[in-house]
């Protein structure tokens, strides 16, 4: 079956650096997704991204649909502490399920 | 506008019971989707809903069933518990499940299994 890759999957970061993770899948996709997930909480949707090449901003996250349309990328600038928290991709072929990455765990130090 | 609603939140059962979790979609969302998120499995899609009907099943055995009312919301139940039940039981919501459309996730249901 269709599986992701995210990488990293943890990182420890101080706090006003930039933090840079990627998703990649085997399988070509329409629709990536990014989320959030904090303890206790279900995953927030952060970008939602549905065309090859297509760069898409909130805020200070940035995320971009790769060409080849088998990976995506989530930048986050300038990171604070509430950044902290598991950032899953989720990636979605023509008349699929979405299928989601194993997570990065974030981690920003002060 | 409310988000996905999931109640419980919190469970604990014994093993051979069985549960039934609920979940109530974004007003207007007719796709529901259940997953199961485990610290090792990561999330797992179990099935997903729509007009009432399942439209999509993960691999999971036949304890773990669902279905859906008129009103979009819908129901998860899993017969004859086993202590590797114990998860986070996540719903999510989208207009109508195709391509072009994300999902918005509940906080889930967190489920332990004695």
């Known amino acids: 079956g269709q599986q992701l890759n995210q990488s990293p999957q943890s990182m420890f970061i101080q706090e006003g650096e930039d933090v840079s993770m990627n998703c990649t899948s085997s399988?070509?996709?329409?629709?990536w997704l990014w989320y959030k997930q904090d303890p206790g909480e279900g995953p927030v949707l952060l970008i939602a991204?549905?065309?090859?090449?297509e760069l898409t901003s909130n805020g200070r996250l940035t995320a971009q649909f790769g060409i080849t349309r088998k990976d995506s990328f989530l930048n986050i600038s300038a990171s604070i502490p509430s950044d902290v928290g598991i950032y899953f991709c989720?990636?979605?072929?023509?008349?699929?399920?979405?299928?989601f990455g194993p997570g990065t765990r974030l981690s920003v130090l002060p | 506008k409310a988000g996905v609603t999931q109640t419980p939140r919190y469970l604990i059962k014994t093993r051979g019971q069985q549960v039934t979790l609920s979940c109530s979609p974004i007003?207007?969302?007719?796709?529901v989707s259940w997953y199961q998120q485990t610290p090792g499995q990561g999330l797992q899609f179990l099935f997903e809903y729509f007009s009432e009907t399942q439209r999509n099943k993960g691999n999971f055995p036949g304890r773990f069933s669902g279905r859906q009312f008129s009103n979009s919301r819908s129901e998860m139940n899993v017969s004859t518990l086993e202590l590797g039940d114990s998860a986070l039981y996540l719903c999510?919501?989208?207009?109508?499940?195709?391509?072009?459309?994300?999902?918005?996730f509940g906080d889930g249901t967190r489920l332990s299994i004695l």
């Open positions: 989720a990636g979605q072929a023509a008349g699929q399920n979405f299928v």
């Open positions: 007003s207007g969302h007719r796709s």
């Open positions: 991204l549905y065309k090859a090449g």
């Open positions: 399988s070509i996709f329409n629709t």
């Open positions: 999510a919501s989208s207009l109508t499940g195709y391509s072009n459309q994300p999902q918005h």
